[in-house]
């Protein structure tokens, strides 16, 4: 995954503690990437951990030989590099380091030197990853108000779907309608998958990362009409970053939510469309954030007013 | 050779699943849908604790109401790293392009 825009850094922390082969593998690693091989020996540590785990030190060092061969490594030169330890000084100073570092244990993980504060699972990096990627596209600031108040405009959601046709009303909610009309010009939301679904409740979309913490980088605070409020399927409305404050993730109801009223800047409503998104099957954005969405929407076209 | 699989796949089933499995709820806790428009007007409570600094540094934008003091409508900070980890350098193995925007160090055990 991500190819271009992701860089892995191993280091050593071994726990010969608790494991008894485990500076035996990482020296085993360093052996492997003297022939220029570290990662295809980190990758068949790692796949093949079961049939090594239950060896005896002496069974394991015999199996990384046998398998040296397989990796295209002189396995003379790799079975003499184990015999001899020849790595074993600079694994132990990676271990010293990662002590003195005071990691927690392994595996400890940073991504852009930040700790990553959750379980090794594979949805959380890669919303983590997705949203680090999103951080130079972040804006500080709000756009200003430039939508005219009197005026209704449209918005066609051009989703794979289908194509959902949205009036925007500014006087319902200024500054929500004027996110929504400048990121949606400003490409934010093409190619954004509808990230969760609640059927027969509403769909949210309008985040780049699909995890649902995707956000334009921004706050407002929340604008509420006490005449326009979640009565019928179709609401448009922005998704609040707290009680008090929006961003720029939007959702559709798909039914009515009075529950929501006052709460949730209302600045549109669907005219034309919404079967396509009330067929979506349910979804939650990091549970099913590998899973291909139900719908993607490809872009948006503002009709002037 | 056949191609190395991604590193994801391969350390996944590793690193202790267990674990990984066990905090997955932990995670997910803060994002628990709601079921129904009921529920969906009780209060969630809003992540405190979200689960990398990747995410705390942006406020959630939950649909649900969240319950607990508003966040600032100003860009979080995101909280500094007690670990003053070695930069990138020559003596790293690493996998990736060099330039690439993001940068993930795994401190780890092949056992």
Redesign the interface.
Known sequence: ???????????????PSI????IL??EA?EAA?EQGA???M??L???R?QDW?SLSPEGFQAWLVERAEG??LDAEAFAQSLATHRHRPKVEAALR??LE???PG????????????????????????R???L??R?L?EPPPLTLKEDRIYLATLHFDVGDVLIEIHPQWAPQAATVFVFLAQNGWYDSNIVH?V?PG??V?L??PTG?????A?????LETDSEVTFVEPGMVAM???????????F?ITL?P?P??NG??SIFGRVVAGLEFLAALPAR????NLLEPPGATLLSISIGEP | MAKSPPFWQVTVGHWAPALAWALIPMALAACKPAPSPTAAATAVPFPTSLPSPAITATARPSILPPAHTPTPSVKAVPTATPFLLPPVGQGDWSRGPEQAAVTLVVYSDFQ
């Open positions: 995954m991500h190819p271009q825009d992701l860089r892995i850094v191993y280091r050593h922390f071994p726990l494991h008894d082969k485990a593998a990482a690693a990437g570290f990662w295809a980190h990758d540590l790692y796949t951990y785990a990796l295209g380091q990662a570092l005071g990691l392994t595996p400890t993980m940073f991504i852009n030197g930040e700790l990553v504060r959750f379980g090794p699972d594979i949805r959380l990096l890669e919303a983590a990853v949203l680090a990627l951080r130079p972040q500080e969760r609640l409740t509403l949210e309008g985040d995890t649902g913490y995707g956000i980088g921004f706050f407002y605070d998704s609040a970053a707290s009680p008090t404050t929006n961003a720029s993730q959702f039914t939510l529950q929501l709460t949730r939650e954005p990091l549970e």
